[in-house]
T-cell receptor, first 113, second 111 residues
Framework: EPEVTQTPSHQVTQMGQEVILRCVPI?????FYWYRQILGQKVEFLVS????????KSEIFDDQFSVERPDGSNFTLKIRSTKLEDSAMYFC???????????FGQGTRLTVV | GENVGLHLPTLSVQEGDNSIINCAYS??????FIWYKQESGKGPQFIID?????DKRQGQRVTVLLNKTVKHLSLQIAATQPGDSAVYFC??????????FGKGTMLLVSP
């Protein structure tokens, strides 16, 4: 069964450092997403990406965040200067179309120290 | 503001019982809803979805009911098994492609 894969599974970084979280969405999917989940809290939307551009973003997704699809398979989330409060699980997801099943990856646990 | 919320944070049932997990939503413009299951340390796993032009949809052992009048969504799990123990989230799509998740309900199934 096709799946969304994320790397690394766990990333520890120092405050102020840049991090790049990587995702390989399901190959025939056209919509890509990043969500995050702070420990013990609900899953929060960050950004959606379609047709090589951001289609929606939340208030969380400020100037410190950026996304990129550098080639035909990878979808990345960059945090330019990490803060302690960026510590969370970051989930990548993809779907064939809008309002269709979004498949989630296993997540990257980001720990900012 | 608009939000999706859950009535019960924890639901404990016996193996074999039927489980019902409820969700209230407030965005009347939402047209697509999904139930996800999340096990510890894993990503959300799709269970079942429903569009706003339907009021009921059945899957394998699961049924989702949508009541647009009162903005209520429920997930029914038949013959609950220990492997069903997880946190269950409802999610709504009100924006173009944004899923807004509820707070989650922990389902605990005792053998």
């Amino acid at each position: 069964e096709p799946e969304v894969t994320q790397t690394p599974s766990h990333q520890v970084t120092q405050m102020g450092q840049e991090v790049i979280l990587r995702c390989v969405p399901i190959s025939n999917h056209l919509y890509f997403y990043w969500y995050r989940q702070i420990l013990g809290q609900k899953v929060e939307f960050l950004v959606s990406f379609y047709n090589n551009e951001i289609s929606e973003k939340s208030e969380i997704f400020d100037d410190q965040f950026s996304v990129e699809r550098p080639d035909g398979s990878n979808f990345t989330l960059k945090i330019r200067s990490t803060k302690l409060e960026d510590s969370a699980m970051y989930f990548c997801a993809s779907s064939e179309d809008r309002a269709t099943e979004a498949f989630f990856g296993q997540g990257t646990r980001l720990t900012v120290v | 503001g608009e939000n999706v919320g859950l009535h019960l944070p924890t639901l404990s049932v016996q193996e074999g019982d039927n489980s019902i997990i409820n969700c209230a939503y407030s965005n009347s413009a939402s047209d697509y809803f999904i139930w996800y299951k999340q096990e510890s340390g894993k990503g959300p796993q799709f269970i079942i979805d429903i569009r706003s032009n339907m009021d009921k949809r059945q899957g394998q052992r699961v049924t989702v009911l949508l009541n647009k009048t009162v903005k209520h969504l429920s997930l029914q799990i038949a013959a609950t098994q220990p492997g069903d123990s997880a946190v269950y989230f409802c999610a709504e799509m009100g924006g173009y492609s944004t899923l807004t998740f509820g707070k989650g309900t922990m389902l605990l199934v005792s053998p």
